[in-house]
């Protein structure tokens, strides 16, 4: 899924924008066609502490308004749960994509771990081997 809105930024300014009070967000919309109903999300949306999430969810809105009541007997019950999520300003997945960018941030140094406070490290220590394979030093 697209991220939007974090063009350019690295993952430590997308942190304090979160610690600020920005927010993930998807929005839930429905496309009916008769006797079949799709329920699908939109792309996910960085929502900063000083916008308003209703320039991103407009769209979700008039889709749902349009397409999602005609498929019986859940397109109904779908775009009335899909609208809620749109009025209350998205359905919030920061957790999950803090935790995704925070696993895969360039920046992080991950040569090293503190486990029960020992310090381990991956990088390849020199034995005289040649053996270039990481060691991993686990304290138990």
């Given at each position: 899924?697209?991220?939007?809105n974090i063009?350019?930024?690295?993952?430590?300014q997308i942190?304090?924008?979160?610690?600020?009070?920005g927010?993930f967000v998807?929005?839930?919309y429905t496309?009916s066609i008769v006797l079949?109903?799709?329920?699908?999300?939109?792309?996910?949306?960085?929502?900063r502490?000083?916008?308003?999430?209703?320039k991103?969810s407009?769209?979700?809105?008039?889709?749902?308004?349009i397409?999602?009541w005609?498929?019986?007997?859940?397109g109904?019950?779908?775009t009335?749960?899909?609208l809620?999520?749109?009025?209350?300003g998205?359905?919030?997945v920061?957790?999950?994509?803090m935790?995704?960018l925070?696993?895969?941030d360039?920046?992080?140094?991950?040569?090293?771990?503190?486990i029960?406070?020992?310090?381990?490290?991956n990088?390849?220590?020199s034995t005289?081997?040649n053996d270039d394979?990481p060691s991993?030093?686990?304290?138990?």
């Open positions: 899924m697209e991220i939007k063009d350019g930024l690295k993952v430590s942190r304090a924008i979160v610690n600020s009070g927010k998807i929005f839930p496309v079949m109903t799709f329920k699908r999300s939109s792309s996910i949306y960085l929502v502490p000083e916008e308003s999430s209703f991103y407009y769209k979700h809105v008039l889709v749902n308004g397409f999602g005609w498929g019986l007997p859940w109904p019950v779908y009335i749960q899909s809620y999520h749109q009025i209350s998205g359905k919030e920061t957790k999950e994509i935790t995704h925070a696993q895969h360039p920046e992080a140094n991950t040569s090293t771990y503190n029960n406070g020992a310090v381990s490290s990088t390849s220590h005289g081997n394979q991993y030093n686990i304290p138990r």
